[in-house]
Structures are given as C-alpha cells and as structure tokens.
C-alpha cells in the first residue's frame, strides 16, 4: 500500500470512526460520500449524537456540516446569529419547531432548541385563553423581551401542522434527586445541553450562558472575559448523567416517568397529552393528541358547562371542572367527601374510604370484603395471605424480567446470525478475510423457560412441603436461569463486538488506501500539468524541431514526440526526484521514467 | 423560558427561608408573586443597630437571574451605604450592574447586607456626609444612628415606602433626623 500524502479530512475521518465505534456501526460508503469535511471544532471531533433531542428530529448525518462552499451559506453570518432562523434544513429538512438554529454564533454544537412560544391567537375570549396559555404557553411577557425570537412570534400561524411545543427542560419535574453539581448555577435546574467554558471550565446550560453572555461576555461565575463562539466546549460526562435522570412528562395529566433521555421521544410520538395542532386545518389552537384523534374536528367551540351553565370552550372543559366550575363539586354517596364531579368515578374506585373493596390478595385466597378503610389496616396487618401473595407477585416480576432479557437475547442472536450473513456474503465475493468466527448457533442454547411451572398454587399436589418451601425452590431456579442469561448476553456482546471491531478495521484499510491512492493521483495531476506548462512554455519560445501543437495530454506527457520529448523528460525526472526528497515515496518503473503507477 | 427563572425563584425563595440569615425572616408582598420580597431584618447584635427592626424590600426584576435584583430599605437607617432618605437605597458591590454574577444567590446577598449593618464600607459611600462622621467622628455618628433606630426602626415593620408617601410619612429630609 502506497503511504501517500494523507488528505487532513481522512485523517479526521479515522478519528470520527474511532469515535463512533462504540455507537452504532455507521454506514460507511455513505459516511464517505457525505463527509466531505468532517465534524471538526477546534480540532476536535464531534461526537455522533450530542444530545437526544437531535437524534430524532435529526439523523445522523445533520451532524455533519455540508462541504465547505455551501457550508459558509448555510450557517447564520457570524455577526448576526439571532438571524440564522431556520439553517440547517439545507441539509435535512427539519420540521419548523426543531429548525436548528445554532446557539452561540458559530457554534454548532447544539441546533437550538426551539424556544419560540406558540402562537397566541386573539380570538378566543379572555377566560378560555388565560387557561389554555397557562397550560401550554411559555410567558410570552418574557419572550416580548428578546430580539431573538421575535421573527418567529410574529408568525401568527405555523406552516407545519405536525409541530409541537418544545419541551421545557426548565420546568421538568425530576423524580430522582438530582446531585446539586448537576444543577445549572443559573436556572437552578439540572443542565439542559451543557456547555463548559474552556478557560474557567464552569458549566451551564446553553440558553443559560447564551442569555448572560448576550448581557455581558463574561463567565456568570467568576466573570472571567469570554467569547461565545470559542471559548466553549460540551461536556459529555455530564450529558451521560443528565441522560439517566428520571423525569415525569411535562404534559398535564400524564403520569409516565422515565429517563430523561427518552423524555422526546415519549413527547414526541407517544404521549396522549401532548398539545398538537388543532386537526381543524383553519384553526390555530392545540389540543391535546387524544382529543385530535378521532372526527371530533375543531374543539375549539364553545359549549355550555352541564354543572354551572358557564360558555366554556370544548378542550378545555376538563380544567374548567378542576379549576373554576361552579357547580364542580358533589357530595360523595358512600363518604360524604366533597368531590369534584367529574372525579367522582376515580374517588370510588380509588380513595374512598367507605366504598366496599376486596382484598388486595384475593386473588390468592383471600376472601375479606369490606370498606376500603378497613381493608386497608387489614392488608397492613392482618391478611394472612399477604406473604405468599408477595411471593408470588415478586415471581411475576421476575418473570416479567426473564421475558424481556429473553427478547432481548433473541433479538441479538437475530442481529448476529444477519451480520453472519453479510459475512459469508463478503467473504464468498472477496475471499475470505475472516475465518474461525463460529457460528450464532453455539452462543444459543436452549432458551426455552416455558417448562417450569406457571400456575402458582401446584405446590398443593407436588412434593413440596409448604408454599414457602415451593416459592423458595423456585426462586432459586429463576436466579440460576438469570444468571445463566445474564452470562449469555455478555458472550454474545463480546463477540458482537469482535465482530465490528473486525469488521471496521477492514474498512478502515480500505479508506487508507483509498486515501493514498488519491494522494498518488494528485501527484499525477501535478506532473502532467507539470509538463503541459513546460512544453507550452517551449513552443511558446518557438521550438525548432519537434511536432507543434495538440499532442499534449495524457499521451503526450508520457511520452513527448520529437526533439523536446528529451528536454521535458528531463524537466519531469528532475521533478520527481525533488519530490522524493521531500520524502515521498513513489515507486519507479526500472527505467525511471514514468510517473508512479496506481 | 420565563418559567425556568420562575423556578430559580421558588428555589431561591425556598432556601432563604428554609435557612435564614440570622435575625431575618422572609416573607412574599403578595403570595402569588414571588418578585416581591419582604424581609424583616433584626439589627445585628453589637453593631449600632441592634435592637431595630429593619425592612427590606428585594425586587426581582423579569430577567432575573441575568440582572441583579434591586434592594432598599423600607425603614430608614443612618447608614453610610444607605441613602439616607425614604427611597433607602443601597451601595452593595454585589448588587452593582458591572458586578452582578448570574450564580449569585439571594442568600448571599442577604448575608452581604447583614454584613453590611454590621460593618459598614465608608469607602464606598452614598452618603458621603455620614461616611466622614463614620470615620472621623465615630461617636457621633453612633449617637445619630441609635437615635435614627429609636425613631423608626422600634415596633412592627412597614413596607409601605411607596415614592407617594414621601411627603406624608416623613417630614422635610433633613427635618426627620430627630437630633443633630
Ligand atoms: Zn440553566
Ligand atoms: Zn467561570
Ligand atoms: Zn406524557
Ligand atoms: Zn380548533
Ligand atoms: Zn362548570
Ligand atoms: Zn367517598
Ligand atoms: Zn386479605
């Protein structure tokens, strides 16, 4: 393999790969088409994905800034970042509320989270609006305040109907403590895209710094004098611990909790409560994704309160139950608790206390019946049946957990025995380079757990002497079979990972290659050209002898007719042996006269 | 993302009251507004103002964290960083613009003010009259403050320093030092 000079952007591009290894396997060939100048910043490489609110709304390749003509075009102009609103659709077009604005002038290193309220719309009257802003409306009185994201306010209506509010990472509601170095020294909240400034190395959250270096570039800490757009650098250790914090969804009404990391997707896609546009396409309000669904059309009428007779808008009758109905609340029949009405339902099956209820071990023989009060102090105390209803709902969830680390095994070997596939593909065409990596089939003994014993209650005819005892000898199988899972997967992972390993490194020989190969073709261009100027130059001089004119290309530089193919041989050894001085190393054909072969 | 600042507010809220400044206790104008402080502030033991009561009113302006918040007294105090008049305002490096740290906590401040009855900086004076008695005549001007704290800094605190009452409340400015 020739060791040409490397291009600076394959350089970096080993990098990257070295980076994103531990990722996902990227899609090299296109890798290469696209990253004409890889994701550098101040010689440092980006990171795949750098925060979970991109990784949906942006594939991978929003990562990589264009090449570099149009690079300069799709970037906000240096001086005026506030106005660079919706850039990064060059390259993948993004839907109007995560458009990627880039935070901190030249810094891509977080697309901007959209942080334009959503429109108001002045038609609805002043109580209905006062409740639904409330709900989902950032304070506009703050965002009146910034220049920034006064362009998108004005845009009374949003072209693109599947947008939705932007999560306020400010406002989440963290289940888990949060470690107090966690927390942004500015909103008090845990950090949302950190960013840490290099002199100093104090973090904050990118809007957090963005707003104070905006008032004054210096650091909100100890007002050491920064520069937005190169002083700052993000924090993966950070991100990763910020990532597993678990959060409650934002969204009224949802009770879903789960890493934060997720948080998006659950908003995006899944959450019920989530306020999407009005499915009415002349309407400019929310509602929220269930009341959209379905041919219910605009809810955005009024209609009148069955309780209080109060003119309340469709979508928001619930709140009104909650918050200002008049005729809300009743009397309990069972308790005589006030309740608010349209709860009623939820308060008998849930918390009053007088409503009759079976025991919560019932379904493991225990037959009490009575108010929910005195149920209650029973399954504290009293219920007999209380531990090996535990026991056997503690087996359900082990159960549950075997399942998954099944699914999650099966899923692997599925992955693996593919990339077998693809191997023995690769190896047929291109001659085998990996042997000895066995087979799928070995790793996967049997996983069939299905053969132990389902139903809870067989101790009664089995040799066990007691439930305890049945419990006990179970758990003790599961355990076994846990580990042995446990053991599994890990094998499994270690040879997946062998596998990618080996199989990158393949392709990173190839890019090698590929890149001093074209280094050795760069030579050529310039040895050719080389060549025209000289035998330009000397029929511009007006040559005596040899052939004038057109026979000057490729041939032509290989081999020069007449009497000056001696003087421009000459000029092109001289060339080569001055770039051999430099230290390239270039092969010769044994005459020493031709340029290096490919 | 005024609800982030919101949140910065309850929590800064929640900390000074949870653990106060020694002699002072923290209360909101109004309770559903948490831009407003009222703080009650006991003069510190052996500086000239133990014994009074001092109001405080902390005002957080809307872009709170990124400027710093305003504070004054509500009751007049004979003090060289305090102007001595019914606006009550306050010469705190802390609390300058040029100065103002976005991490700075409230509870800092309040220590800072705490820490300024307690010893005042006549090198950084608004009223540069009682700067030089602070200095130069050190009896006086505990004469004078004891008797500022005598006259408005006994009994229950008023926040009602509202520029309207200017005339009602006080007499002429120079009229309402009961001795000098
Ligand atoms: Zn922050
Ligand atoms: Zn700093
Ligand atoms: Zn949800
Ligand atoms: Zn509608
Ligand atoms: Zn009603
Ligand atoms: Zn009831
Ligand atoms: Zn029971």
New binding site residues.
């Given amino acids: 393999m020739l060791a040409g000079p490397r291009c600076r952007n394959f350089t970096s591009l080993y990098s990257y790969l070295g980076l994103s290894l531990r990722h996902i396997p990227p899609d090299i060939p296109a890798l290469v088409a696209q990253c004409a100048t890889p994701p550098v910043i101040n010689g440092r490489v980006l990171p795949t994905t750098v925060h979970t609110y991109s990784r949906r709304a942006h594939p991978p390749q929003a990562w990589f800034p264009p090449p570099s003509p149009p690079h300069n075009a799709t970037m906000p102009p240096p001086n005026t970042p506030e106005e660079g609103v919706p850039t990064a659709g060059a390259v993948v077009p993004a839907p109007a509320n995560t458009s990627a604005t880039y935070i901190l002038g030249r810094h891509h290193l977080y697309p901007e989270p959209p942080v334009s309220p959503p429109p108001r719309v002045p038609t609805a009257p002043p109580a209905a609006t006062t409740e639904s802003s409330r709900a989902t409306t950032p304070n506009p009185s703050r965002s009146s305040s910034r220049p920034r994201s006064a362009s998108r306010d004005s845009s009374a209506s949003c072209s693109n109907r599947s947008c939705l509010l932007p999560i306020n990472y400010q406002d989440l509601h963290y289940e888990t403590e949060v470690d107090k170095s966690l927390e942004c020294p500015i909103c008090r909240t845990p950090f949302h895209l950190p960013l840490t400034t290099k002199p100093c190395g104090h973090t904050f959250c990118a809007s957090c710094l963005d707003r104070a270096l905006e008032i004054q570039p210096l650091c909100p800490i100890d007002r050491t004098p920064l520069d937005a757009s190169r002083d700052v650098c993000h924090t993966r250790i950070v991100l990763d611990q910020l990532d597993r914090l678990r959060v409650r969804c934002p969204n009224r009404g949802c009770d879903y909790i789960c890493a934060r990391e997720l948080l998006p997707v659950h908003y995006e896609r899944y959450c019920e409560y989530t306020m999407v546009h009005c499915p009415d396409p002349d309407c400019d309000l929310r509602v929220a994704r269930a009341d959209a669904r379905g041919d219910r059309g605009c809810l955005h009428t009024f209609t009148t309160c069955q309780y209080c007779g109060k003119e309340v808008m469709v979508a928001g009758l619930e709140e009104h139950y909650d918050a200002d109905c008049g005729g809300h609340t009743a009397k309990c029949g069972h308790c005589n608790a006030i309740v608010v009405r349209h709860r009623m339902e939820k308060h008998t099956a849930k918390d009053c206390p007088r409503t009759m209820v079976a025991?919560k071990?019932r379904p493991f023989g225990?037959s009490?019946w009575a108010p929910r009060e005195v149920v209650e102090k029973?399954?504290q105390g009293l219920?007999v049946?209380q531990a090996i209803g535990r026991l056997a709902r503690d087996r359900m969830e082990d159960r549950m957990i075997i399942n998954e680390l099944k699914e999650r095994v099966s899923a692997m070997d599925e992955r693996l025995r593919k990339s077998e596939k693809k191997e023995k593909n690769r190896s047929r065409d291109g001659g085998g380079h990996f042997g000895g990596i066995p087979s799928a089939a070995p790793f996967m003994p049997d996983l069939d757990l299905n053969h132990s014993p389902r139903a809870a209650p067989s101790y009664n005819g089995g040799t066990w002497e007691s439930p305890e005892d049945y419990m006990l000898a179970q758990f003790e199988r599961i355990e076994s079979r846990m580990e042995d899972l446990r053991k599994m997967i890990m094998e499994l992972d270690g040879h997946h990972t062998m596998r990618l390993l080996n199989d990158t490194m393949r392709l990173n020989e190839q890019i090698a290659e590929l890149g001093s190969k074209v280094g050795v073709l760069g030579m050529h261009t310039t040895w050719l050209m080389n060549v025209q100027r000289q035998s330009r130059g000397q029929q511009r001089a007006g040559t005596t002898g040899g052939t004038p004119g057109p026979g000057i290309g490729v041939a032509g530089g290989v081999s020069g007719g007449g009497g000056s193919a001696g003087g421009r041989e000459e000029e092109a050894r001289r060339y080569f042996s001055s770039s051999n001085d430099v230290g390239l190393p270039l092969r010769r054909n044994s005459d020493g006269r031709n340029p290096p072969r490919l | 993302m005024a609800s982030g600042s919101q949140k910065r507010l309850a929590k800064e809220y929640a900390d000074c009251t949870k653990t106060p400044p020694t002699g002072m206790s923290i209360h909101l104008a109004n309770e559903s507004d948490l831009h407003k402080w009222h703080v009650t502030l006991e003069g510190p033991a052996g500086s000239v103002y133990a014994g009074g009561r001092f109001g405080l009113i902390i005002t957080l302006p809307t872009d709170y964290p990124f400027k710093a918040p305003d504070v004054r007294f509500a009751t007049r105090i004979y003090h060289p960083n305090v102007t001595n008049d019914n606006q009550g305002g306050i010469c705190l490096g802390l609390l300058k613009s040029g100065n103002w740290k976005p991490s700075t906590r409230l509870l800092s401040v309040l220590e800072a003010i705490r820490g300024l009855l307690a010893e005042p900086q006549p090198d950084d004076p608004l009223e540069a009259r009682i700067a030089h008695e602070y200095q130069n005549d050190r009896k006086e001007f505990e004469k004078n403050a004891r008797s500022y704290v005598n006259h408005y800094a006994k009994g229950p605190v008023k926040f009602d320093v509202a520029p309207p009452n200017v005339n009602a409340s006080g007499s002429s400015k120079d009229g309402a030092a009961p001795s000098r």
């Fill in positions: 025991c071990w225990c009490e029973h399954e219920c049946y």
